[in-house]
């Protein structure tokens, strides 16, 4: 079992759109988590972190659910800018290193 | 401020063949990663060293993939002999002290490597 699993997509959704992914995690050692945008080929870039007391960041919300493992991205008012790949990641803090989900793609449609 | 560089961004080359691949980090940055990106996958680490010394290798394939960051600031990975399967993108990341301060490490373009 992959230690961060995310559905792949694409989410295909029109412009101002909401739209959630979910992401879960088996390693219960995972401490913090992170949200991460990768444009198509190019490189993974920070988006937000995600708190036990969930965040908010503009149009994006995070969430973390520690009893279930589970960890979500709330985007509202999408964009097409928000075209993404959007990577879930656990800290795994035994080893200190980030361990990446394969990503759910995004697509906002005009 | 610059970002971390890498080279080359492209390189083709036949089973069997060598690579190496250079990273330079963001200047001041104490650790540094090496991922490994296949098609469709989310990034998987490699090697992180905290300034010369290495942290974590753990999932180096270390029969043929080695890495070494002299001096504490550039580092370069080398595969030797490649195999159809280490066809990737390899990301060099930095960031200023561990990952698990902030959770934001900063990435290069990345090198891109197919293997024929």
């Known amino acids: 079992r992959k230690e961060v699993e995310q559905d792949p997509g694409p989410f295909n959704v029109p412009e101002g759109a909401t739209v959630a992914f979910n992401c879960t995690y088996s390693n219960s050692a995972s401490q913090s988590f992170f949200w991460y945008r990768q444009d198509c080929r190019k490189e993974p870039k920070l988006l937000m972190s995600?708190?036990?007391s969930g965040n908010e960041d503009g149009r994006f919300t995070a969430q973390l659910n520690r009893a279930s493992q589970y960890i979500s991205l709330l985007i509202r008012d999408s964009k097409l800018s928000d075209s993404a790949t959007y990577l879930c990641v656990a800290l795994n803090t035994g080893r200190r290193a980030l361990t990446f989900g394969s990503g759910t793609r995004l697509q906002v449609q005009p | 401020e610059a970002g971390v560089a890498q080279s080359p961004r492209y390189k083709i080359i036949e089973k069997r063949q060598s690579v190496a691949f250079w990273c330079n980090p963001i200047s001041g940055h104490a650790t540094l990663y090496w991922y490994q990106q296949i098609l469709g996958q989310g990034p998987k680490l490699l090697i992180q060293?905290?300034?010369?010394?290495?942290?974590?290798d753990s999932q180096l394939p270390k029969d043929r993939f080695s890495a070494e960051r002299l001096k504490g600031v550039d580092s370069t990975l080398k595969i030797q002999p490649a195999k159809l399967e280490d066809s990737a993108v390899y990301l060099c990341?930095?960031?200023?002290?561990?990952?698990?301060?902030?959770?934001?490490?900063?990435f290069g373009e990345g090198s891109r490597l197919t293997v024929l």
């Open positions: 060293f905290q300034n010369n010394g290495v942290v974590d």
């Open positions: 990341a930095s960031s200023l002290r561990g990952q698990g301060d902030t959770g934001e490490l900063f």
């Open positions: 995600v708190y036990s």
